[in-house]
């Protein structure tokens, strides 16, 4: 069975300083993973996604998340962090080999302090 | 380009009552998904549709939870009678077609309170 962690409830970060969301995960196969962004009242916005190749992948507003094999990681990044950013994060893994539904984590919240 | 849309946003009811939402995907998307989102978790998934079959059920509890996609475009999904533990937030999502590297297009969701 194929499982995510979001070992954080919570991230408090102060605007300008370099954000770090934590995710690992569990398949049997390869991993495709994606991060998901969801604001107040609104549902999941995608934000990026590892599919294959280049362990580090460039997604939406900055955000970038490295690809770690063998720690079975992909963390969410990001160099400077903006006020607006504050929002609930949500990890998810689907196992390239056979039919896999997703499974998201239970999300982190992200909190930007100015 | 529009997105995914869902009806009504908000819905209140006792328990015991029926309810509905409605979910209408963007356009040529295939692939329909309905999940439910408890406070503090992530989505889980209730059904999954191509086009009008539904292909995978197996997490809808079908004693009280139905859908449909009749025309292989919009999707209701229906829950009669409600239990307070149905209370949670329930999102529709499509994609162009099921492949495991696709992302997912999310509407709004519905928050349910079941009083």
Redesign the interface.
Do not use: C, E, M, W
């Given at each position: 069975a194929q499982s995510?962690a979001q070992p954080e409830d919570q991230v408090n970060v102060a605007e300008g300083n370099p954000l770090t969301v934590k995710c690992t995960y569990s398949v049997s196969g390869n991993p495709?993973l994606?991060w998901?962004v969801q604001y107040p009242?609104?549902?999941?916005?995608?934000l990026l996604?590892y599919?294959t190749g280049d362990n580090l992948v460039k997604g939406s507003y900055g955000f970038e998340a490295e690809f770690n094999k063998s720690q079975t990681s992909f963390h969410l990044k990001k160099p400077s962090a903006l006020v607006s950013d504050s929002a609930l994060y949500?990890c998810?893994v689907?196992?390239?080999g056979g039919?896999?539904?997703?499974t998201?984590?239970?999300?982190t919240k992200l909190q930007v302090i100015p | 380009e529009a997105g995914v849309v869902q009806s009504p946003r908000y819905k209140i009811i006792e328990k015991k009552q029926p309810v509905a939402f409605w979910c209408n995907p963007i356009s040529g998307h295939n692939t329909l998904y309905w999940y439910l989102q408890n406070l503090g978790q992530g989505p889980e998934l209730l059904i999954r549709y191509e086009n009008e079959e539904a292909v995978d059920d197996s997490q809808l509890p079908k004693d009280r939870f139905s859908a449909e996609r009749l025309k292989g475009v919009d999707s209701t999904l229906k829950i009669q009678p409600a239990e307070l533990g149905d209370s949670a937030v329930y999102l529709c999502a499509s994609s162009p077609r099921d492949s495991p590297y696709n992302e997912q297009f999310f509407g709004p969701g519905t928050r349910l309170t079941v009083l």
């Open positions: 995510v495709y994606f998901y009242n609104r549902g999941l916005q995608f996604k599919i949500f998810a689907r196992d390239s039919y896999q539904k997703v998201f984590g239970i999300g | -």
